[in-house]
């Protein structure tokens, strides 16, 4: 029996930089078409240059692009990075004409179109980067503040998928729920539907994995996550008791000119500094792994809920919520501890070559550290946002 379905297209626009980027978001497309396409009867349509315009001839590329491919699209996705782009007739870069023309578009009538843009913060050395182009970057992004929309920052093309699948499953619910009431959509199925291969072939994960596993796995790493946040919590104390005990004998020692007592000190300082540093080091790609894999495991799980396990019993959503919020609410307070012992770090004297090189290793650690911390904080509380709205429902 033929089903009708509902094609929402979406256009992303970007340079060149970001090419990782639009692989990942065409991954996603396909994820969430083969989970929601089924039992709400929508699909998601990419629309790319590469896959929807061909060669042509015009005032230059960019225009051959804009007749083409129009602006027949229902969602703009616009990615930048570090590079802007080259120059239009018409704009400074063939994505921010495309926004233009999609910002106007919405401007005429704001239900036509959605709008998301994302920015990679990239950690890069500064050598690298076309200061000129980074620049236009900046530029465009603080003008998207003024226009009044709310843009997303992300520093990995893996947070990237996270923070777009979430987004993009909550357009799909949107459009959903405004057409329901106009029958746009297939009626559910009365019984729950067990999870296919299909729904469920998560990249990276058991192509049989079903929503409950999903659940234990993301309660099961974000536990991870916290644990390992509580043990450089317990470093980083252990740390600051040792600096704040030896820190004012080695201001006696300098003053009384006992220049040995001094360099012992400093050593002792600098080996606690650089066990901590290496510490660190052996830690951040613990959490890193835990807490992505877990935020994607309850992400993953809850666009499943929607579509297969709808019931009045939400007790597993209620502990997937509150894993993801202990997760929450232990990385503010420790980025702030973090931060304040990198500037007590960071004040310390010059007094040795070992010494300097341990401050500096220490420094690196705290803010690699804290740029994860931050990246988990962003999609922790995405995650608990459709977390919330599920246990609203």
Known sequence: MAKLVTVLRVFVASPSDVSDERAALENVVRELNSTWGESFGVKLELVKWETHAYPGVASDAQEVINTQIGDDYDIFVGILSTRFGS????????????????????????????????????VGRFSDLDLNQYGLVKEFQKSLGEKGLLYWTFTSTEEFVNFVRLHLTRQLQDWAAKQWGQELRPTPPEQPQQPTQESTALEGLDSDIGYLDLVELGIENLGDSTASIERMLEELNSLTDKTEENTPKLTEAG??????????????????????????????????????????????????WRTDFQSDDKSSIETAHSQ????????????????????TV????????????????????????????????????????????????
């Not at 993801?324 to 973090?338: F, S």
């Not at 070992?354 to 650690?365: L, R, S």
């Open 346 to 393: 960071a004040g310390l004297p010059r007094i040795t070559s070992a010494f300097n090189t341990a401050k500096k290793h220490t420094i690196e650690a705290l803010m690699a550290f804290d740029r994860e911390l931050e990246a988990a904080h962003n999609l922790a509380i995405e995650a608990e946002r459709e977390l919330r709205r599920i246990l609203d429902e």
């Open 324 to 343: 993801v919020k202990d997760l929450v609410n232990v990385i503010a307070p420790t980025r702030e501890q973090m931060n304040a012992m990198r500037m």
């Open 87 to 122: 120059p239009t007739t018409r704009a400074l870069s063939g994505t921010a004409e495309e926004f233009n023309r999609a910002y106007y578009r919405f401007q005429q009538n704001p239900t036509s179109l959605r709008v998301m843009f994302y920015f990679k913060d990239s």
């Open 255 to 304: 003053q009384s000119g006992d220049l040995k007592k001094a360099k012992n000190i400093t050593n002792f300082i600098a080996d606690r500094l650089e066990q901590y540093a290496k510490r660190m080091d052996t830690e951040l790609p613990i959490f890193s792994t835990s807490y992505s894999t877990g935020i994607e495991a309850i992400v993953r799980a809850a666009i499943l």
